[in-house]
C-alpha cells in the first residue's frame, strides 16, 4: 500500500487531490470496517442473550417438575 501511495505521488501533478482521495478512500475502508464489527458483535451479544434466557427458562421447567415431583 506504501508504494502504491508514493507511486501515485511521484506520477501526479496534483499531489493534493491525491492525497485527499487516498485519505479519503482510507477512512471508508476504516467506517466499513467498524460497522462490519459492530455489526458482529451485536449479533454476538444477542445471541448470548438468547442462550441466557433458555438456561433461566431451562431452570424454571426443572425447579417446577421438582416440585410436582415431591
Same mark, same amino acid.
Given at each position: #500500500? %506504501? !508504494? *502504491? ?10 499531489? $493534493?487531490?491525491?492525497? !485527499? %482521495?487516498?485519505?479519503?478512500? $482510507?477512512? *471508508?475502508?476504516?467506517?466499513? =470496517? *467498524?460497522?462490519?464489527? =459492530?455489526?458482529?458483535?451485536?449479533? /454476538?451479544? &444477542?445471541?448470548?442473550?438468547? /442462550? %441466557?434466557?433458555?438456561?433461566?427458562? &431451562? $431452570?424454571? #421447567? #426443572?425447579?417446577?417438575?421438582?416440585? =410436582? =415431583?415431591?
Amino acid at each position: #500500500m %506504501r !508504494k *502504491k501511495i508514493e507511486m501515485s505521488l511521484i506520477n501526479s501533478s496534483a499531489n $493534493g487531490v491525491v492525497i !485527499k %482521495r487516498i485519505i479519503s478512500d $482510507g477512512l *471508508k475502508e476504516i467506517v466499513s =470496517l *467498524k460497522e462490519q464489527i =459492530l455489526l458482529e458483535t451485536t449479533a /454476538k451479544i &444477542q445471541s448470548i442473550e438468547e /442462550k %441466557r434466557e433458555e438456561k433461566v427458562i &431451562q $431452570g424454571i #421447567m #426443572m425447579a417446577m417438575r421438582k416440585a =410436582l =415431583l415431591m
